[in-house]
């Protein structure tokens, strides 16, 4: 069955801090997807990144970097430099290929990014 | 805007009431679905449909009803509503599968509802 495990419920941080948000995720598949979301204090989901089981590199979006690690079924995002409008709740998400569609969500973990 | 468009934004619901909660996409998404969002739950499917037509059970789908009549619409019914229903719900859209399997899922704002 799949699993995703974010297990920092919380983080506080002072701005400009470099912060790490930690996923683990667990699944028999072959192929899958593992994505993350950012969920703002105003509540809506947004889209952050994507990432193919088949397709180990690692990205950085500015601040946003994305480390996958297929030996450890980890993808750690982390900010550099952080700022106060990274404030907010990210979820990490996976989801096979076929079957029915179900995307799986961790709890979630909530930063806090103090000025 | 292209998305997902979710009414009402908020609302507040007496035990026993009834109530719809509407989900449009214009994105001609094949694949659509309602979460529910709980505090230290994340983010939980309730229902799903595949196409016009076609609709499934998620995890939690106890309570709640939908329907599938067309492309664009996928409406959360609730018949006798429940304090435990007390949540935000989410509804989510994206490319069916296949080649698309990799596409991300687009939300739309959510819909916070309160039952007393």
């Known amino acids: 069955a799949q699993k995703v495990t974010q297990a920092q419920t919380e983080i506080s941080v002072v701005e400009k801090e470099d912060v790490t948000l930690d996923c683990v995720y667990e699944?028999?598949?072959?192929?899958?997807?593992l994505f993350w979301y950012k969920q703002p204090p105003s509540g809506e989901l947004v889209f952050l990144i994507r990432r193919n089981s088949f397709d180990e590199q690692n990205e950085i979006s500015g601040r946003y970097s994305w480390n996958f690690q297929k030996s450890t079924s980890s993808f750690n995002f982390t900010i550099t430099a952080s700022q106060v409008v990274d404030s907010a709740v990210y979820f990490c998400?996976?989801?096979?290929?076929?079957?029915?569609?179900?995307?799986?969500f961790g709890k979630g973990t909530k930063l806090t990014v103090n000025p | 805007n292209a998305g997902v468009t979710q009414t009402p934004k908020f609302h507040i619901l007496k035990t026993g009431q009834s109530m719809t909660l509407q989900c449009a996409q214009d994105?001609?998404?094949?694949?659509l679905s309602w979460y529910r969002q709980d505090p230290g739950m994340g983010l939980r499917r309730i229902h799903y449909s595949v196409a016009a037509g076609i609709t499934d059970k998620g995890e939690v789908p106890d309570g709640y009803n939908v329907s599938r009549s067309n492309t664009e619409d996928f409406p959360l019914r609730l018949e006798s509503a429940a304090p435990s229903q007390t949540s935000v719900y989410f509804c989510?859209?994206?490319?069916?599968?296949?080649?698309?399997?990799?596409?991300?899922?687009?939300f739309g704002d959510g819909t916070r509802l309160s039952i007393l």
């Open positions: 989510a859209s994206s490319y069916f599968r296949i080649l698309f399997s990799n596409q991300p899922q687009h």
């Open positions: 998400a996976q989801k096979t290929q076929g079957g029915s569609e179900k995307l799986v």
């Open positions: 994105m001609n998404h094949g694949y």
């Open positions: 699944t028999r598949d072959t192929t899958y997807y």
